[in-house]
């Protein structure tokens, strides 16, 4: 009966979430007592949903094969984790784990909204759960979790076993709470335009949610790269997928808002750019998840290609991006424009990593849905790879990488650009002198390799530059430096850390690019090869049984250059319920280098053998991590800071001094 | 009958709580909108200039710290006074009416009938949640038979009335080997639904084997009744003349042979072996033994299937047929050299999932040592 009360449960949720929807957002000006009521819909909303949710986890946790479900995608024997996890494996349970993301959000609005303005309260609640009514009711009328088998099957029929693996637990709930956060974004974007406020009461409220949202969308991309990097056995950490980029663009565009978002909390500046951010930033979330789910892409991640299903979502997405872009060119003309500011100043650095995160977007955008546009036009299929992406996108990064720096050391309103670059001036020194040394040292003449490594050293002393400067680190006693970095807000180290992230995973993209190395050979268990200084030995080859899954194994002992010697055993597996194969590959980890060991296709009387040597890949990882600490660090500052307009008199003094 | 209550039952539980679940939703979205109205002016206005006045102690705390000089401070100060101004000049809190009974009523209504009109077109109220360990097809599948038996029996001690739990442990037993116990589970289920020529037979069946050979007069009065019941039962007549052929009855024995192959559709396992006891009965009783005849046409099946597998090939499903046969004959040799046959013919681990467990099932050594 559990199952049922579950379905009953997400169904009476989405007649909650329709009837919200049409009162919110046709009787929003009655005041306190429908925010009151939108309120309690919104976390009945999510109760509801998660006692749904976990209806269905249970049912895959007993193996309860009544449910088609659990029937098409897990076994009796799969590892209770992987039991868990693959509630979300699949096209149905991920839905409603979307669904779930969606109404949690949901129910945190109308949580900490009590203080909101109570139209704007009525209209976000009521955007809210249109969102939540149509994506509820797409799940319900034609990807249903819970439809039931009768009789029931004795026995699962397994997930995917590239799935099965502790990537899936992580990587989806992250990224969806990402794509989703910012349908919060999106909900006060479409409030702003109904009701006409917008001040910097409406900024204030949605830039901690921008900053949750593309917290968990950095993590939750990291996420993906890494696991894709270990899984499937290429030893790639990005590949252009149009998958990827579908999760990529709206990092971008959430990027670009997270700045704008900055300007208009601080200065009353950006204001229908930024609204218009919000709503470009949620529709590419939803061209993330649903382009995905359309069948128009192959890849790991298309579950269930049904062309009803892609049309039904293609319609919603259509509807609601273009009736919110309608409704942007309707109201966006009557809304109040923000404060005035100078080019230079920080209002116009940030407007210029908006320029350019945006043009990136539609750099990806374009490069991922032209071959799509062609090939349903035309027929003709091109495919555009890894080196348009490198060329445009590298070409749209070093400058903003390069004007990064000087960014958090403008001033607001008007700003001296000459005194913001000899406060510089040692850091770039610095960072020049390093990428020439280094390049000259690894024996890279003038090429793309030290100028990359340039900009990541640049990004990365330029965040640091604006700590040292604000504490006069060396200009004056240790303890009052000390004493002032202690007292610095939380949000000058946010932006520090931040921007340190971004210049560490720069460095390890530059690094790996240019000096990884790669081994392809053939091995017998007794022979060894040589990679990057270390000895790699196939100790043995031996077949041994899983849980579910028998295995190739091969037994390896790698000998590093400073003469440690490590164990490895790379596998590949089939899975006995599936049939599938899968590679494991053996991952070996020197400091923030990897020894990368894929056994390949056994020949007659041999084994392939591939070797990667990634110097220092994990930087690229730590850097999206360090990044996401940043973001949680501004979450925790709440105090209202003000930008402090810099007043003209004093620039003119400080430029004469 | 508690089965029979449980399905009547079930769906009843279920509306109750479907229907408790939804007045409580309702309820509470009904008083959220009443708990608000008595504090509500007042929270409206305070909203307008709480967040100017935090501002404005921001500025001030920014100055007294120090990270505003007092200049900036007095021009964060006037920015911050043009904005109020423009706020009040803007700000009509467009509260048209405070929301009523009547469109909360009506979307309350809506809910709960979308509720349960969606419910019904998708729900199926009827069916009981199925978890794999409580099934009871599974507990008399699972390799623990015994521990299965064990939990099954004491089950059936408290609920003697249980049906579903002595039509599960019967065959259960026959398959442990203890017989009288199957014959008494047998006899207990007939108490329960009454006789029918199948459940005769299983109980036939069950004695015959506790007999070990010796025949028994009670499983031939069972049998007899089972025939002279159902015109169309063939189980128990394949019995009756097998049992008639030990007896060296021959014609009694040929009728039921006869019988049997006339109810048959023509593609039985048993028809070879029944059509060889008529042949047997009719000629007096030339001994040719059914069980030894029967492997021995396995055999021959098997053989056919291996010459034109080794000659021409075959799929991968046949090849795993194969040695599931060998194995099913108990000859591992053969399995093993099927085995690596099908091998050479599958490269590709990816293409033999089911063989390779088939045989890791088995013993048998697998691929590349």
């Known amino acids: 009966m559990s199952i049922e009360l579950g379905h009953f449960a997400l169904v009476l949720a989405f007649a909650i979430s329709v009837v919200s929807a049409v009162g919110g957002l046709t009787l929003w000006r009655r005041g306190e007592r429908l925010s009151a009521v939108l309120g309690q819909a919104a976390v009945l909303q999510f109760v509801l949903v998660a006692l749904a949710f976990l209806a269905v986890v249970h049912a ?7 449910l088609a479900l659990a029937a098409n995608h897990s076994h009796s024997l799969k590892p209770l984790i992987f039991k868990i996890s693959g509630v979300w494996g699949n096209h149905e349970g991920s839905m409603l784990l979307w669904v779930l993301i969606l109404v949690l959000f949901g129910a945190l609005v109308a949580a900490f909204g009590r203080s909101l303005p109570s139209d704007l309260s009525n209209l976000v609640l009521g955007t809210q759960s249109l969102l939540t009514a149509a994506f509820s009711g797409f799940t319900l009328f034609t990807s249903n979790p819970f439809v039931r088998l009768s009789p029931a099957p004795l026995e699962g029929g397994d997930l995917n076993p590239v799935l099965q693996d502790i990537g899936l637990a992580i990587h989806p709930p992250l990224l969806y709470a990402g794509y989703v956060g910012f349908s919060i974004c999106f909900s006060f974007a479409i409030a702003a335009l109904v009701s006409g406020r917008i001040d910097q009461a409406w900024a204030r409220w949605v830039r901690p949610w921008t900053m949750l949202s593309w917290t968990f969308l950095t993590l939750g991309i990291a996420m993906g790269s890494y696991w894709a990097y270990y899984e499937l056995g290429w030893g790639g950490w990005w590949f252009w997928d149009p998958v990827e980029n579908a999760s990529f663009m709206p990092w971008l565009a959430g990027t670009a808002l997270l700045h704008s978002a900055l300007v208009m909390e601080k200065r009353n500046a950006l204001k229908i750019w930024t609204i218009f951010l919000a709503i470009i930033t949620f529709s590419l979330s939803l061209l993330g998840t649903f382009l995905v789910r359309s069948g128009i892409l192959t890849s790991v991640h298309t579950f269930a290609s049904d062309p009803t299903r892609g049309l039904v979502i293609l319609t919603i997405l259509a509807l609601l991006i273009g009736g919110a872009f309608l409704l942007f060119a309707i109201r ?3 809304l109040r424009q923000g404060g005035l500011f100078a080019p230079i100043s920080r209002e116009g650095a940030l407007i210029l990593n908006n320029l350019f995160l945006a043009t990136a977007v539609g750099a990806v955008l374009v490069g991922t849905l032209y071959p799509l546009l062609l090939d349903a036009l035309t027929g003709t299929t091109i495919s555009v790879g890894a080196p348009f992406f490198n060329f445009t996108f590298g070409a749209l990064m070093a400058p903003l990488l390069l004007v990064l720096p000087f960014g958090p050391l403008l001033a607001w309103k008007r700003a001296d650009l000459v005194a913001a670059g000899q406060r510089l001036m040692g850091f770039a020194a610095l960072a020049i002198f390093l990428a020439i040394l280094i390049s000259a040292l690894a024996g890279n003449s003038i090429s793309l390799v030290p100028i990359g490594l340039l900009l990541g050293f640049w990004v990365s002393f330029g965040a640091v530059a604006e700590v040292i400067e604000r504490s006069r680190l060396g200009r004056i006693p240790l303890a009052e430096s000390l004493r002032r970095l202690a007292g610095l807000s939380r949000s000058i ?9 971004l210049g560490l995973t720069v460095l390890g993209i530059v690094s790996v690019s240019a000096w990884e190395t790669e081994l392809v050979t053939t091995l017998n268990p007794g022979e060894s090869a040589e990679l990057a200084g270390s000895n790699i030995a196939f100790d043995s080859f031996e077949q041994s049984e899983g849980a579910n899954y028998l295995a190739d194994a091969g037994r390896f002992t790698v000998t590093a250059p400073d003469g440690g010697t490590a164990e490895l055993v790379a596998e590949r597996r089939t899975y006995v319920a599936s049939g599938m194969p899968t590679t494991e590959a053996a991952i070996q980890t020197y400091g923030l280098s990897q020894l990368y060991l894929q056994l390949g296709e056994p020949l007659d009387d041999t084994h392939v053998v591939r070797v990667w040597h990634k110097p220092y890949i994990l930087l690229i990882w730590l850097g999206t991590l360090v990044m ?10 709440r105090r209202i800071r003000l930008g402090a307009p810099q007043s003209r008199q004093k620039l003119s003094l400080g430029a004469t001094r | 009958m508690p089965r029979l209550a449980d399905k009547r039952l079930g769906p009843m539980i279920f509306w109750s709580i479907a229907i408790a679940v939804t007045a409580i939703a309702c309820a509470a979205l009904f008083y959220a909108a009443a708990g608000r109205t008595v504090n509500a002016p007042a929270g409206e206005i305070a909203d307008e200039n709480q967040l100017f006045r935090e501002t404005l102690a921001a500025i001030e705390a920014d100055e007294q710290s120090g990270k505003l000089d007092a200049e900036q401070a007095l021009a964060a100060r006037a920015e911050l006074a043009r904005e109020v101004l423009r706020s009040q000049r803007t700000s009509s809190t467009n509260v048209s009416k405070p929301l009523t009974r009547t469109p909360l009523v009506a979307g309350l209504v809506a809910v709960a009938a979308l509720t349960f009109g969606a419910y019904t077109f998708l729900g199926r109220p009827e069916l009981p949640a199925q978890p794999l360990a409580s099934r009871p097809e599974v507990a008399a599948q699972t390799l623990d038979l015994g521990g299965a038996v064990t939990r099954i029996e004491a089950r059936l001690a408290e609920t003697p009335e249980d049906l579903r739990g002595w039509q599960v442990i019967a065959p259960a037993y026959i398959e442990l080997g203890r017989f009288a116990d199957a014959a008494e589970a047998y006899r207990r289920i007939i108490e329960l639904t009454g006789p029918t ?12 084997l506790q007999a070990a050979g010796d025949g028994s007069e009670e499983a031939m009065d069972l049998l007899r009744a089972a025939a002279a019941g159902d015109a169309a039962h063939i189980r128990s007549r394949l019995y009756l003349a097998a049992e008639y052929m030990r007896l060296e009855n021959y014609e009694q024995a040929g009728t039921y042979w006869q019988q049997a192959i006339d109810l048959a559709k023509g593609d039985e396992a048993w028809l070879p072996a029944a059509r060889q006891g008529l042949l047997v009965a009719k000629n007096g009783g030339a001994e040719i033994p059914v069980a030894e005849d029967q492997s021995e046409l396995i055999m ?17 499903e046949e090849w795993t047929q194969l040695v599931r046969s060998y194995l099913v004959l108990g000859d591992q040799e053969s399995a093993q050299q099927a085995y690596d046959a099908a091998v050479e013919a599958f490269p590709a681990a ?13 013993g048998l050594t697998l691929n590349g040592d």
């Open chain 1, 60 to 66: 895959f946790v007993v193996s309860d094969f009544s």
């Open chain 1, 332 to 334: 966006s003309p009557a």
């Open chain 1, 493 to 501: 180290w946010s932006t520090a850390i931040g921007h340190l992230g």
């Open chain 1, 628 to 637: 996401a600490v940043a973001g949680v660090l501004s979450l925790t500052d």
């Open chain 2, 197 to 208: 020529a199948e459940l005769r037979t299983d109980l036939a069946e069950a004695l015959l």
């Open chain 2, 300 to 316: 021959r099946m098997v053989g056919g299937l291996a010459d034109r597998l080794y000659s021409d090939g075959g799929t991968i």
């Open chain 2, 350 to 362: 990816f293409d033999r999932g089911d063989l390779d467990g088939l045989a890791l099932g088995a």
